[in-house]
């Protein structure tokens, strides 16, 4: 089992590191929140662009990542 959380670590943590390097920087910062813009965070094309897909990767790597994490240390 050591092998198998060290290797989901390895894995979850390349993921990490490439995926927040690949997303674009928000220079409006929490201003794109309200507003009717496309680009805000309930915009008509969220879910399938590529940010969104880059953000849903970042969740799910951060999430294997910790849980491997408190695995090992367990």
């Known amino acids: 089992m050591t092998i198998l959380f060290s290797i989901l670590i390895l894995v979850s943590?390349?993921?990490?590191?490439?995926?927040?390097?690949?997303?674009?920087?928000?220079?409006?910062?929490?201003?794109?929140?309200?507003?009717?813009?496309?680009?805000?965070?309930?915009?008509?094309?969220?879910?399938?662009?590529k940010e969104a897909m880059l953000q849903k990767v970042t969740v799910v790597s951060a999430i294997i990542f910790i849980i491997s994490a408190v695995a090992l240390a367990a």
């Open 13 to 49: 943590s390349v993921a990490l590191i490439v995926s927040v390097l690949l997303q674009e920087g928000n220079a409006e910062g929490l201003g794109t929140i309200g507003g009717n813009s496309p680009e805000s965070m309930w915009g008509k094309n969220r879910g399938t662009s």
